[in-house]
C-alpha cells in the first residue's frame, strides 16, 4: 500500500504528464534502446517511428497518476496491456530496467522540478503498478501454457495454405509444425508472428488476429498489405506477402486479447468494422453461425471499394447459417460491379443516419473495429443514437490510445 503522502505527490504531478508525458515517454523510449537495444527484438519499430508507442504509454502513465488511489478503476485497461504484454514475451525481469529508465527520464524532462521527493514518489507508485502487471501477466502465462496444447513463449507454426483474399489482404493458415492440435481461442484474440527478416537487426513482432472460427486444425490470420503512397512500406505485412508461402514457417504465440465474443448473451449483435478490421469479426460471426445460429445478426462492412474488401464470399454465405441475419456493405470508392451487389448499401461513409437505419436494435451489443478515424466516427454515431458505453465493445490495432469521443 502506497502512503497517503505518496499518493498526494502523485496527483499532484497529473498536470506536468498532461503537458509533458508524450516527452518523458519519448525520451523514455530513446535511453532504454540504447541502453538495451536487444529490447528491440520485442517492440514494433514501426509504432515507435510513428510515435504511438510513446502516446499510449504517456496515457497509461497519466492514467496511473490519477486513479493512483483507485488503481482497481484501471484494471481493464490493465488487463489488456498485460494480453500484449504476455503475446510479445514481456517478463518480470524487464520491469525493474523499465521502471529505472522513466525515472531517468522523468528527470531529464523535469530537470529541477522533479524532486527528490516526487522521483521517490515516482518510484513508489511503479513498483506498486509494475507488480500489478506482473501478478496479471504471470496468470495468463500459466493459462496459456495449461490448457490443452498450449505454451507459453513462442512456437513454430508451418503455413499450410495461403489465400489472397482481396487487392490488399492475404490468409495464412498456419499448422503445429508438430502436427499437434491447436489450442482453443476466444472468437476475437489475436496472436504474435515473430520474423527474422534478412536484413534486418532485430526480430520483428506483429499481432495479427484471428480470422477462423476456432478448431483444432489451424489458424488463420488475414493481412494488410501495407503500402500506401503517404507511409512507409510496412515490413512484416510486405514480407509476408511476397517471400512468405505455403510449407514455410513461422513462430507464434498462443492466443491472447480481451476484445471477444460474448458468449454468455443472447442478445442481437452488431458488427460494424472498416477495412481490415474485419479480421476479427469474421470469427465471431463464424462461431455465432455454428453455435447460436438463431442470434440476431447485423453486419455492417465499410471499404473504400469492393476490390479491396476481403470475405464477401464468407460473409454472404452466412444467410444459409443465420435465420436473422442482415449484411451492409459501405463503399467511398465503389466501382460499377460492387453497386450490383445485393448488400451494397451506401456510397461514402457510415453517418449516424446510416447507423440508425441498418445497426441499431433493442438491447443490442455493438462490436466496432478499424482505424482510429473510423472507430471516432463509429463510436460518436452511435452515442449520438443513444447507445450506452456498455454496450460498445471496440478494438483497434495497434497501442492503445484515448479516442475523446
Known sequence: ????????????????????????????????????????????????????????????????AMYIDKLETIIP????????????????EHYPIVGEHL??????????????????????AYGVIAQVFIDIEKELYEEASSQAGGWSDFKKFKVIDK????????????????????????????????????????????????????????????????????????KVSNYLHDHITKGDFVEITAPAGEFTLKR??????????????????????GSIAENEPSRQVNFIHASRSGSL?????????????LTNYSLSFVYENPLDQDKQDNHFKKQGFIDADFLKENAIAQDADYYVCGPVPFLKAILKGLKQLGVQDRHIHYEFFGPSINLEV
Not at 78 to 92: C, E, N, T
Open 1 to 64: 500500500m502506497l502512503s497517503q503522502k505518496t499518493i498526494d505527490i502523485i496527483k499532484s504531478t497529473v498536470p506536468v504528464l498532461e503537458l509533458h508525458g508524450t516527452q518523458i515517454t519519448t525520451v523514455f523510449y530513446k535511453n532504454l534502446f540504447n541502453d538495451y537495444p536487444e529490447l528491440l527484438n520485442i517492440f514494433n519499430h514501426t509504432n515507435q517511428n510513428q510515435g504511438r508507442q510513446q502516446t499510449a504509454l504517456a496515457n497509461a502513465v497519466l492514467a496511473a
Open 77 to 92: 485497461v490493465v488487463k489488456q496491456i498485460a494480453q500484449k504484454h504476455r503475446s510479445l514475451g514481456i517478463k518480470p
Open 103 to 124: 525515472l531517468r527520464a522523468i528527470k531529464e524532462v523535469l530537470g529541477d522540478a522533479a524532486t527528490k521527493e516526487i522521483i521517490g514518489a515516482w518510484a513508489d
Open 163 to 234: 489465400v489472397k483474399e482481396s487487392d490488399v489482404i492475404t490468409s495464412f493458415y498456419l499448422a503445429l509444425a508438430d502436427q499437434s492440435s491447436v489450442p482453443a481461442f476466444e472468437p476475437g484474440q489475436y496472436i504474435t508472428v515473430r520474423l527474422q527478416i534478412p536484413g534486418e537487426t532485430y526480430l520483428l513482432n506483429r499481432q495479427y488476429s484471428l480470422s477462423a472460427v476456432p478448431n483444432k486444425e489451424y489458424f488463420r490470420i488475414s493481412v494488410k498489405r501495407e503500402a500506401e503512397s503517404a507511409k512507409p512500406a510496412g
Open 264 to 285: 454468455d448473451v443472447a442478445t442481437p449483435t452488431v458488427f460494424i468494422s472498416g477495412g481490415v478490421g474485419i479480421t476479427p469479426f469474421i470469427s465471431m460471426v
Open 309 to 321: 474488401q476481403a470475405f464477401n464470399q464468407e460473409l454472404t454465405a452466412l444467410k444459409e447459417r
